[in-house]
Nanobody
Framework: QVQLQESGPGLVKPSQTLHLTCTVS??????????WSWVRQPPGKDLEWMGA???????YYNPSLKSRTSISRDTSKNQFTLRLSSVIPEDTAVYYC?????????????????WGQGTQVTVSS
């Protein structure tokens, strides 16, 4: 059973950098073929794919967020991390980590096989 768990601050001030970590159990982020993604949902809006890292460590980003987003991993802890810089109030959302176990990289939520429970992040001074 693959399980994902997000962790990080619930409140971030504007212009600061948000760091979120996803801890994975039941699968290795290095040996299983697939993509490990970050997805967010602002209040009243649709899910938005932010980016992903594959089992080889290559990262992929939503072009609209690429200039502010970085995804990395700690293989010793089986974790991957989202870094979002220069946050603004519009970055307020529930942030999810998710796994697409098969196929080519997809930005569609329906193609993801496993999800974390999500963590609320609010950007406010």
């Amino acid at each position: 059973q693959v399980q994902l768990q997000e962790s990080g601050p619930g409140l971030v001030k504007p212009s600061q950098t948000l760091h979120l970590t996803c801890t994975v159990s039941g699968a290795s982020i290095t040996t299983n073929h697939g993509y490990w993604s970050w997805v967010r949902q602002p209040p009243g809006k649709d899910l938005e794919w932010m980016g992903a890292i594959d089992s080889g460590g290559s990262a992929y980003y939503n072009p609209s967020l690429k200039s502010r987003t970085s995804i990395s991993r700690d293989t010793s802890k089986n974790q991957f991390t989202l870094r979002l810089s220069s946050v603004i109030p519009e970055d307020t959302a529930v942030y999810y980590c998710a796994c697409q176990a098969w196929g080519r990289l997809s930005t569609l939520a329906r193609d993801y096989d496993y999800w974390g429970q999500g963590t609320q992040v609010t950007v406010s001074s």
